[in-house]
C-alpha cells in the first residue's frame, strides 16, 4: 500500500539520519551510545561521559525497523549490542539499572 508518486523520500532521510548516528554507537568501551551527535560532524569532542539508560537502550525499534527496509543489519546491530551491553551492567544484586552509565569507564 503505497501512495501514488511516493518514491521512498522519507526512507531515503530515515536512511541518510541513521548514517549520521552510527558515530555514535563507536568507540565506547562500554559498547553505549554517545548521547549527543552534531548531525554534521559526528560525536563532539568534548561530549559527556556518561549516557541515559533509557537512551542508550531505547532506539533498538528504530533501528531495527530501518534495518528492515533497507535490508541492511548495520543499524539493528549497533542498537543490539547497545542492549546487551546495557543487560550485562545490572546490578548482580537488583538486577536493576542505574539511571546513568558511563561510556569508557568499565568496572
Known amino acids: ?6 518514491d521512498d523520500d522519507l526512507l531515503h532521510l530515515a536512511h541518510d539520519l541513521g548514517s549520521r548516528l ?21 560525536v563532539p569532542v568534548d561530549t559527556h561521559n ?18 528492515h527496509l533497507l535490508g541492511d543489519p ?16 545490572r546490578d548482580a544484586s537488583t538486577g536493576l539499572l542505574g539511571a546513568l552509565s558511563a561510556l569508557y569507564n568499565v568496572a
Open 50 to 67: 556518561s549516557t541515559c539508560t533509557a537512551g542508550a537502550g531505547s532506539l533498538l525499534v528504530e533501528m531495527g525497523m530501518l534495518s
Open 74 to 89: 548495520v543499524y539493528e546491530g549497533a542498537a543490539r549490542r547497545a542492549i546487551k551491553a546495557l543487560w550485562s551492567y
Open 22 to 42: 552510527l558515530p555514535a554507537f563507536e568507540n565506547t568501551a562500554t559498547r553505549l551510545p554517545h548521547p549527543r551527535v552534531n548531525l554534521l560532524l559526528g
Open 1 to 6: 500500500m503505497t501512495p501514488p508518486n511516493y
